[in-house]
């Protein structure tokens, strides 16, 4: 059976050893995985296997570890945004930057800036063809808007200039793919 103390400290009986009297000194708590969490005043029983005497120091970037024998210092870089093989990434453990780190946002492939310039070409064409359907909505709800051929015409064309632009994205897109199904069958 255990004892009320093993209870609440999570362990049996055995792991649990009673303080010297009059012990002032501090206890450094880790983690089970080493990690330093916290100091304090020894109250009554404690775990042995979860303390250490000497109080680790702190160096700015790294997050004292026990390892055994002594404490270690590890870096930390938990929080730090940046790429993660191009994917972006916030480190969340203590520990060297992953290889394939970096801070900075890799390059955009030929085929992304293909997608965002398409994007903005859609949206350019909505707003000039809602421009060429006002004067013909006029005419047809003989309204007293003057009707002006040579600005239709230019809206038109530059409707049609970036329907073209669109499609010789497309074919970037395309050839994108096609470079990437041929890497992926000779690997």
């Known amino acids: 059976m255990k004892d009320h103390r093993s209870i609440l400290l999570g362990?049996?009986?055995?792991?649990?050893h009673k303080l010297p009297e009059g012990a002032?000194?501090?206890?450094?708590?880790?983690?089970p995985d080493g990690f330093y969490y916290q100091s304090m005043k020894p109250i009554g029983d404690f775990r042995a296997g979860n303390s250490r005497r000497e109080r680790p120091e702190y160096a700015?970037?790294?997050?004292?570890?026990?390892?055994?024998?002594?404490?270690?210092?590890?870096?930390n870089h938990i929080g730090e945004e940046g790429y993660?093989?191009?994917?972006?990434?916030?480190?969340?453990?203590f520990g060297p930057l992953p290889e394939g780190w970096s801070a900075e946002a890799p390059e955009p492939t030929a085929a992304?800036?293909?997608?965002?310039?398409?994007?903005?070409?859609?949206?350019?064409?909505?707003?000039?063809?809602?421009?060429?359907n006002r004067p013909r909505l006029a005419i047809d709800l003989k309204l007293d808007e003057p009707y002006d051929h040579e600005r239709l015409d230019e809206l038109m064309t530059q409707i049609i200039d970036l329907r073209?632009?669109?499609?010789?994205?497309e074919v970037v897109l395309e050839q994108e793919k096609e470079a990437v199904q041929e890497k992926a069958e000779t690997e």
Not at 24 to 31: A, E, H, N, R
Not at 60 to 75: A, L, S, T, Y
Not at 164 to 169: A, F, I, K, P, T
Request: a negative charge; one cysteine or more.
């Open 84 to 93: 993660l093989n191009g994917e972006p990434t916030i480190i969340k453990a």
């Open 164 to 169: 073209c632009e669109r499609q010789l994205l």
């Open 24 to 31: 002032d000194y501090d206890f450094c708590y880790t983690k």
């Open 11 to 16: 362990s049996d009986i055995k792991d649990i």
């Open 112 to 132: 992304e800036v293909a997608r965002q310039r398409m994007a903005v070409i859609d949206m350019e064409i909505r707003e000039l063809e809602v421009k060429t």
């Open 60 to 75: 700015p970037g790294f997050h004292p570890r026990w390892n055994g024998e002594q404490w270690e210092q590890v870096e």
